[in-house]
């Protein structure tokens, strides 16, 4: 099916072990909630939709710290930049989720900018 689609043939086989990657992630946590892992942050006063911010954001660490290297490899095995990246790009698919469902549940539209000061002071006071 993926090589059918027009577009970077690439693109379509990532996109299927995102998919696998989801999938997989999703049955080890066990959650009653597909996003269940995420929603576990309220309980430490965090909204999901920020957990998964703060979640891309240490992965965008780690990208740039691996691409700092000559090789790009890093000393964990199976987190290479490659892994890391594509965690990236299902952290942000998951947050366009939250945000929808953040978005639904209060009627308002979230603004991006107040909830991106609002995650650095939090990780600006965390990190005291």
């Not at 995420?38 to 703060?54: C, D, H, N, R, Y």
Request: aromatic share 8%; with cysteine; charged share 30%.
């Amino acid at each position: 099916m993926a090589d059918r689609l027009p577009g970077h043939p690439e693109f379509h086989k990532l996109v299927d072990k995102m998919k696998e990657i989801h999938a997989a992630k999703n049955q080890d946590y066990g959650n009653w909630h597909p996003l269940g892992n995420f929603m576990e942050a309220e309980g430490f006063g965090v909204s999901p939709f920020k957990g998964v911010l703060i979640r891309l954001s240490d992965k965008y660490t780690r990208v740039k710290t691996l691409s700092k290297k000559a090789d790009m490899v890093g000393e964990v095995k199976d987190e290479s930049i490659e892994d890391t990246l594509i965690d990236m790009a299902n952290y942000s698919i998951l947050a366009v989720i939250l945000f929808r469902e953040m978005r639904g549940r209060s009627g308002e539209a979230v603004d991006l900018r107040e909830a991106a000061k609002s995650l650095n002071a939090d990780m600006q006071h965390s990190n005291c």
